[in-house]
């Protein structure tokens, strides 16, 4: 047996294995800590301390034996942690997966040193950087591989792709902070865990699993040279066969100068919250699904989108399926800031509310279904702020078309927004060109200077065969100079339920108004014929009343002067 020095050994009765000593054999030291040596025919309890992965690779395994490595490259730099060996398996039992399996040099597999893991994976364990200087998209794609769904940690750094990381199995990503808002070009270089893409057109993470993924306080940017990106999305969660993609969570995450920040297809029930949005180049968020899968994007809520006002980009949000809430949102700039097309498979439950959704380049909300013929319902935009103050190129604030040419969509309900711009709006604050069973409700509109065309409009702009009654117009209100506060088209033969007792001139009366509406006429008056001497026709040049759309006429019960 060989014979080992110890200087400064501690007492034994205090012993617990993990102390550091020294180790002097043949005039040479080693720090190890106080455990056996089966190697060196030494009986010591203890555990030996290794610098990097490099020297771990060159030790021989002994089964049971653990050791602690400082680091993967270097001591310190975070890829460190506990091994244990075993040994004595059949050759191949083990593979090097180059962070928690380790196949000593020239090694079958039938030996190894295991990580011992506690908790999270650290893509550091893999060998990846955070400091621009490799492409760390290889050592995450092996954490990922290895951790299976268990939640890995990039701690503070910028992470260089060169190519994007991909999942078969639920991917559990979080970092540091996503570095976005004020003093995002430091934050996001030296406080935050950034994952920078350097190539053309890149996702930084491609996920393809019927089981939910979580992503949380990161930010994922695009190398100058390659901006904008042409293709790609900074997060893409798909589902398989016709399963949808569920309960995924994106939280805290920064997207900056990606084609679109998030995609899904096939989605159900997952969550957006608490990120940023900035520099796309087609959507902030896409979500889609196929014809033979119903999808349901789930929540979209508390984040803030900072779009281009120029027109270059189509969407902040752009959905084609339903079961959606959009609620709680920052949405500036792009085309539309909400973009809803329900395409390949009918679509139900669109709830858009108390969002701020300002300085569009045409729409605040554009609703269609111009793709295909799929039938939609249940669809609420309410409490939302809509301001186009410096745009002149606004078209709507919320836009529902008339393609294709029948009734494809049912139950909605636009009630209690407020609408601000200055001058013209194209197409009206509100112009409705689909709908049946519809109430549109308690709207503010405000013409800030100028004047507006028109405030609601329930007409289609190339048709009217998306149209149906009843469609109810009630207790809207209007500031500043009009137009025309209302255009209707003659619904079904019938009009369009209105009560509105904001006063208005005879002259301001709309047109093909249902039977039951009610409003208030600022300068009517009986016009002296009657159908009773209860029912007096309406008529200008009084001091004002309250008229009642009766057998299809305005009727007033006075004044009659």
């Known amino acids: 047996m060989a014979v080992v020095q110890i200087p400064n050994l501690p007492p ?22 106080v455990q056996a040596i089966a190697n060196l025919g030494v009986t010591i309890s203890s555990t ?15 089964n049971d034996t653990t050791v602690f490595v400082e680091g993967y490259y270097s001591v310190g730099d975070g890829g460190g942690g506990y091994f244990y060996g075993v040994s004595g398996s059949p050759a191949g039992t083990y593979v090097d997966n180059g962070g928690t399996i380790i196949l000593p040099n020239g090694g079958d597999g039938s030996s190894a040193w295991l990580r011992i893991v506690d908790g999270m994976y650290n893509v550091k364990w893999f060998g990846a950087k955070g400091d621009l200087s490799i ?30 990381v991909t999942s078969t199995l639920p991917l559990n990503i979080v970092g540091d902070g996503n570095g976005a808002g004020p003093g995002s070009a430091v934050q996001s270089n030296d406080n935050v865990t950034q994952f920078l893409m350097n190539y053309a057109n890149p996702t930084a993470f491609s996920v393809s699993s019927v089981y939910p993924s979580t992503f949380r306080n990161f930010q994922i ?3 100058p040279t390659y901006r904008p990106a042409g293709n790609g999305a900074g997060i893409n969660l798909t589902g398989v066969g016709t399963a949808n993609t569920a309960s995924s969570i994106i939280d805290n995450v920064s997207f900056n100068w990606l084609f679109i920040g998030v995609k899904f297809n096939q989605a159900a029930y997952c969550r957006i919250t608490n990120c940023y949005f900035g520099d796309w180049t087609y959507s902030a968020i896409y ?11 789930g929540f979209i809520s508390h984040n803030f989108f900072f779009g281009s006002t120029n027109g270059s980009q189509s969407a902040c949000i752009y959905l084609k399926n339903g079961y959606t809430i959009i609620s709680e949102n920052e949405i500036l700039g792009a085309q539309a800031g909400i973009r809803v097309n329900i395409a390949n498979y009918s679509a139900g439950f669109i709830r858009i509310i108390n969002n701020t959704i300002e300085e569009q380049y045409l729409f605040g909300v554009y609703v269609d279904n111009i ?13 939302n702020e809509f301001s186009a103050i410096s ?30 711009n200055l001058g013209s709006v194209g197409l009206g604050y509100i112009r409705l060109g689909a709908g049946k069973n519809v109430i549109i409700q308690g709207n503010l509109f405000e013409c800030i200077a100028g004047t507006t065309t028109l405030g609601i409009g329930v007409e289609g702009v190339s048709n009217n065969n998306c149209l149906a ?29 209105l009560r509105d007792q904001i006063p208005r001139t005879y002259a301001q009366i709309p047109g093909n108004c249902r039977n039951g509406s009610l409003i208030y006429v600022s300068d009517g008056k009986s016009a002296g014929l009657t159908y009773t001497a209860a029912d007096q026709f309406v008529a200008s040049g009084g001091t004002g009343c309250v008229a009642i759309r009766t057998r299809g006429f305005w009727l007033t019960t006075g004044p009659f002067s």
Do not use: H
């Open 221 to 223: 940017n695009v190398w």
């Open 287 to 297: 979500s889609d699904t196929s014809s033979t899968t119903e999808a349901s994007t």
């Open 135 to 164: 492409n760390d998209a290889v050592p995450i794609q092996k954490c990922v591989d290895a951790a299976a769904g268990i939640t890995i940690y990039a701690p503070v750094g910028q992470y260089r792709f060169d190519n994007s």
């Open 469 to 497: 009654s009843p469609i109810s117009v009630l207790d809207n209100s209007f500031i500043g100079t009009f137009t025309k506060q209302y255009e209707f088209y003659a619904v079904d033969g019938v009009g369009v339920l």
């Open 12 to 33: 034994a009765i205090s012993l617990n294995g993990d102390e550091p000593v020294e180790i002097v054999q043949a005039g040479q030291s080693k720090r190890v800590g």
């Open 371 to 383: 793709e295909d013929a799929n039938d939609a319902s249940m669809l609420d935009i309410s409490g």
């Open 48 to 62: 030996q301390v290794l610098s990097d992965i490099s020297v771990l690779r060159t030790v021989f395994v002994v």
């Open 391 to 420: 745009s002149t190129t606004y078209l709507s604030s919320i836009f529902i078309g008339d393609t294709p040419n029948s009734i494809w969509l049912t139950d909605v309900s636009i009630t209690n927004n407020t609408m601000r």
